[in-house]
């Protein structure tokens, strides 16, 4: 899925966050955390959405903003 998602446009906020996603199963949860602010900046609908995903729930609980 990296892969793939490494190809696309990270100034489309669900690509970043798709991204976000994939660090956090991969236990990267710097780059994890540094996708979900880039997604969340650009649309803020995607916190509640993180919300309700349980990788994203790690990167949340030491988001400090």
Known sequence: A???LDEMDISDPRVCYLKAVVFARLGKRDKALKFYKLATKADQSLMHRAA???ELSSVMNFNDY
């Open 2 to 4: 990296l892969d793939i």
């Open 52 to 54: 309700l995903d349980p």
